[in-house]
């Protein structure tokens, strides 16, 4: 079966934990994604795009993109 996503907004962690049970109830494998997750997330790639950036202008080393993309 393919993978939904389906984006909620509980108001409390109750909310949250009665999500939860349903989709143990009905047997759906599912997977909790935390806002702040996604936004460190982002984040982290934010900062790698200026990184490249900073490179392309000359204002930083550049380095292999294999060393690089190990940092990430």
Do not use: H
């Not at 009905?26 to 997977?31: L, T």
Request: aromatic share 12%.
């Amino acid at each position: 079966m393919e993978a939904i996503r389906i984006k909620a907004y509980p108001k409390n962690k109750k909310q949250i934990q009665s999500i939860s049970e349903f989709f143990c109830q009905e047997g759906i494998e599912f997977e909790l994604v935390e806002k702040e997750d996604f936004v460190k997330f982002l984040n982290e790639i934010e900062s790698s795009l200026s990184q490249i950036k900073q490179m392309q202008e000359g204002k930083i080393k550049k380095e292999r993109a294999k060393d690089f993309f190990n940092e990430l």
